[in-house]
């Protein structure tokens, strides 16, 4: 049974930063593609950013240039740096992960996920 759990989120100021954390408890790390989702209250959960299991990575476009997405397969950790955040990024973030290879940022094609941690960006 795979087991995501996220940390790192919190509050800051437009322009600020945050990184997030994902552990992932289980064997064969390395056989999932991870990504980090969001959602916004009101609003549907949409893909922030991804790397597959070969380590590539795909990112949205309001994300591009901004946050980078990094995994650990020695520590079964996957993360998100996030740099200059505006009110926009306020939404609850979570982890997925998806047993073999894909390159979505459509939550329906992954199956594991964690329970959230909540970034919240003031002006």
């Known amino acids: 049974q795979v087991q995501l759990v996220e940390s790192g989120g919190g509050s800051v100021h437009t322009g600020g930063s945050l990184r997030l954390s994902c552990t992932h408890s289980?064997?064969?790390?390395?056989?999932?593609?991870v990504g980090w989702f969001r959602q916004a209250p009101g609003e549907e959960r949409e893909g922030i950013a991804m790397?597959?299991?070969?380590?590539?990575?795909r990112y949205r476009d309001s994300a591009k240039g901004r946050f980078t997405i990094s995994r650990d397969n020695a520590k079964n950790t996957l993360y998100l740096e996030m740099n200059s955040l505006n009110p926009e990024d306020t939404a609850m973030y979570y982890c997925?992960?998806?047993?073999?290879?894909?390159?979505?940022?459509?939550?329906?094609?992954?199956?594991?996920w964690g329970q959230g941690t909540q970034v919240t960006v003031s002006s």
């Open positions: 997925a992960a998806a047993r073999g290879w894909t390159n979505s940022l459509v939550q329906g094609d992954y199956t594991y």
């Open positions: 289980g064997a064969n790390y390395r056989d999932y593609s």
């Open positions: 790397v597959d299991k070969y380590g590539g990575s």
